[in-house]
């Protein structure tokens, strides 16, 4: 069976520009997480979804952080503009009915 | 918020040795789950502890939810290479939201052959 599926694995970008992260989850799941993974701050949970309604998002970090799911198979986080602080590994998570949450590969973003 | 404290930070072993690590929280968690991370990939689910005392195996793995709730342990059993990583813990309390995890910080595992 197929996990969570994220692209791109990496995005290198200026400053300024738009980002866009997507997240496929398991089959089935009816929760979507997304997360940001750095050095300084660990794993960071930004936002979550259940049969895709936006649950809590007091993890987004600012304004020019957005997060949509418009169906149970397909989820997008968004950055606009774009920033050097960002630079981060972005994971989406998904899970069903559960705690055991399983987590893509990841998208490495790098803004220069 | 809920913190969670994982230790050791890091650990270097030899190929076989055995290896422990914890988590302890200020407050009570009802599940706590252990991932493990290698490089460039995403966490990977080891086990998931459900009931405090609670006591799981997964092959060479086991881990524990402690009695207090406020706390849970990892060992792993005549490491091999393939251990190397980053092992972090998770738990959820009751005081968030039903399905927001929190995370440690992650122990570096290093196996010398």
């Known amino acids: 069976d197929a996990g969570v599926i994220q692209s791109p694995r990496h995005e290198v970008t200026e400053m300024g520009q738009e980002v866009t992260l997507r997240c496929k989850p398991i089959s089935g799941h009816n929760s979507l997480f997304w997360y940001r993974q750095t050095m300084m701050r660990g794993l960071e949970l930004l936002i979550y979804f259940n049969n895709n309604v936006p649950i809590d998002d007091s993890g987004m970090p600012e304004d020019r952080f957005s997060a949509k799911m418009p169906n149970a198979s397909f989820s997008t986080l968004k950055i606009q503009p774009s920033e050097p602080r960002d630079s981060a590994v972005y994971f989406c998570?998904?899970?069903?009915?559960?705690?055991?949450?399983?987590f893509g590969p990841g998208t490495r973003l790098t803004v220069t | 918020g809920q913190q969670l404290n994982q230790s050791p930070q890091s650990m270097f072993i030899q190929e076989g040795e055995d290896v422990s690590m914890n988590c302890t929280s200020s407050?009570?968690?009802?599940?706590w789950l252990w991932y493990k991370q290698d490089p460039g990939e995403g966490p990977v689910l080891l086990i998931a502890l459900y009931k405090a005392g609670e006591l799981t195996s997964n092959g060479r793995l086991t881990a524990q939810f402690g009695i207090t709730r406020k706390d849970s342990f990892l060992n792993i059993s005549a490491s091999i290479p393939s251990d190397v990583g980053i092992y972090f813990c998770a738990g959820r309390g009751p005081s968030i939201g039903a399905q927001k995890l929190v995370f440690g910080q992650g122990t570096r595992l290093t196996i010398n052959p």
């Open positions: 407050s009570i968690f009802n599940t």
């Open positions: 998570a998904s899970s069903q009915l559960s705690y055991e949450q399983y």
